[in-house]
């Protein structure tokens, strides 16, 4: 790693052994566990349509929708987090020099997390009435029962 002299910020350094460290760090970091969350997200949504098909009920229908708000998650996921470690893992040179491309990819990781309580939000009705609950401060049922000694 070393530091960009135009935005200061880190970035990656070629060493005597080409990008292959930046490429095998990236499979390890990034690809593999993104696979592998797809894969289990994917189960579970099988799993979920499945249980829909053959009965309904409360319980298959906030499983759904928990399921679908997950994947659509993980989809967001996969269009903010791989564009910025296929850019800076292929494209290192332009990167380095690229000052708004930086700017660029950066927005682009950070929304992930600036977006994510919008899909929640969007997609689960268990998320809105939560929400709903704590803005209003009715996420209390009952008053404590401390008894004074």
Same mark, same amino acid.
């Given at each position: 790693?070393?530091?960009?002299?135009?935005?200061? /910020? $880190?970035?990656?350094?070629?060493? +005597?052994?080409?990008?292959?460290?930046?490429?095998? *760090?990236?499979?390890?970091?990034?690809?593999?566990?993104?696979?592998?969350?797809? @894969?289990?997200?994917?189960?579970?949504? &099988?799993?979920?349509?499945?249980? @829909?098909?053959?009965?309904?009920?409360?319980?298959?229908? +906030?499983? %759904?929708?928990?399921?679908?708000?997950?994947?659509? *998650?993980?989809?967001?996921?996969?269009?903010?987090?791989?564009?910025?470690?296929?850019?800076?893992?292929?494209?290192?040179?332009?990167? /380095?020099?690229?000052? &708004?491309?930086?700017?660029?990819?950066?927005?682009?990781?950070? *929304?992930? *997390?600036?977006?994510?309580?919008?899909?929640?939000?969007?997609?689960?009705? %268990?998320?809105?009435?939560?929400?709903?609950?704590?803005?209003? $401060?009715?996420?209390?049922?009952?008053?404590?029962? @401390?008894?004074?000694?």
């Amino acid at each position: 790693m070393g530091r960009n002299p135009d935005s200061g /910020a $880190c970035q990656f350094v070629e060493t +005597r052994l080409g990008q292959y460290p930046l490429l095998i *760090s990236t499979l390890f970091a990034v690809y593999i566990p993104t696979a592998v969350t797809g @894969v289990c997200y994917l189960l579970i949504m &099988a799993k979920t349509y499945g249980e @829909v098909r053959e009965k309904k009920g409360r319980y298959v229908q +906030r499983r %759904l929708e928990i399921s679908r708000t997950l994947f659509l *998650s993980f989809v967001w996921h996969c269009l903010t987090m791989y564009p910025p470690s296929v850019v800076m893992a292929f494209y290192a040179d332009d990167y /380095a020099g690229h000052f &708004a491309l930086q700017l660029g990819m950066h927005w682009l990781i950070m *929304s992930f *997390s600036a977006m994510n309580p919008v899909f929640f939000w969007a997609s689960s009705k %268990l998320f809105q009435d939560g929400i709903r609950k704590v803005l209003l $401060c009715k996420w209390r049922t009952h008053e404590s029962s @401390v008894t004074a000694v």
